[in-house]
């Protein structure tokens, strides 16, 4: 079946640091990625996607590279903000009949300190 | 963007009691609406798939005689946890999705969750 593996955390950071979180995958067939965050309190957002081999999806200066060799989707940032503290998911949609389904990563929890 | 509220934010109740979430699309109407489930520190769970005006699609090991779907309408959908127990305290996210579903542009858009805690 299909998976997502995240690396576990939490994740703490100073400002400006440089941040990496891994996330790998198990599919069948050609899925799209994605990245969500969770900001306390609030509802997972799309925060980037990318739908085949190569592509690189961004968005606020989070970057991840579709890497079907490595059947990988690692979450990269220059330089972190406190603001940036959340619950980050890797996942992935697969298609055939599972057309609409998200499988998630289990979450990777990112604290920045000033 | 796209806004998808829950009602209640959070709920407790009484062991055997019924508990309804309800779920609303609230600036585009949603063909597609799914339910997850949320423990401490894991993943999300999907629960089951719905889509409106038709019977809801649950995964596997989701009874679904205790967590009924009905999205009577493009803009609602609601979970109710029937005769909850004390194990099926958790937290509820639903999510809704105006593409077709597994169209290429289909994107879900997630409510921000409520947590049931049964006693």
């Known amino acids: 079946g299909n998976s997502v593996t995240q690396m576990e955390g939490p994740v703490t950071l100073s400002e400006e640091a440089f941040l990496t979180i891994n996330c790998t995958y198990t599919?069948?067939?050609?899925?799209?990625l994605f990245w969500y965050v969770q900001y306390p309190g609030e509802g997972l957002q799309l925060l980037l996607k990318?739908?085949?081999?190569?592509d690189k999806g961004s968005n606020k200066g989070f970057e991840a590279t579709y890497r079907k060799e490595t059947t990988s989707f690692h979450l990269e940032k220059g330089s972190v903000q406190v603001s940036d503290s959340a619950v980050y998911f890797c996942?992935?949609?697969?298609?055939?009949?599972?057309?609409?389904?998200?499988?998630f990563g289990q979450g990777t929890i990112l604290t920045v300190h000033p | 963007g796209a806004v998808v509220s829950q009602h209640p934010s959070w709920v407790i109740c009484k062991s055997g009691t019924s508990v309804k979430i309800e779920c609303r699309s609230l600036?585009?109407?949603?063909?597609?609406m799914f339910w997850y489930r949320q423990f401490p520190k894991q993943s999300l769970m999907l629960m089951a798939t719905?889509?409106?005006?038709?019977?809801?699609?649950?995964e596997q090991g989701v009874e679904k005689d205790k967590f009924l779907i009905n999205h009577a309408s493009l803009t609602l959908s609601t979970l109710t946890v029937t005769s909850a127990h004390p194990e099926d305290s958790s937290f509820y996210i639903c999510?809704?999705?105006?593409?077709?579903?597994?169209?290429?542009?289909?994107?879900?858009?997630f409510g921000p969750g409520t947590r049931l805690l049964v006693l």
């Open positions: 599919a069948t067939g050609y899925p799209s």
């Open positions: 996942a992935l949609r697969a298609g055939g009949t599972s057309y609409g389904k998200l499988t």
């Open positions: 719905s889509n409106e005006g038709s019977k809801a699609t649950y």
């Open positions: 990318a739908t085949k081999a190569d």
């Open positions: 600036d585009f109407q949603a063909t597609t």
């Open positions: 999510s809704a999705s105006h593409g077709l579903a597994g169209g290429s542009q289909e994107t879900q858009y």
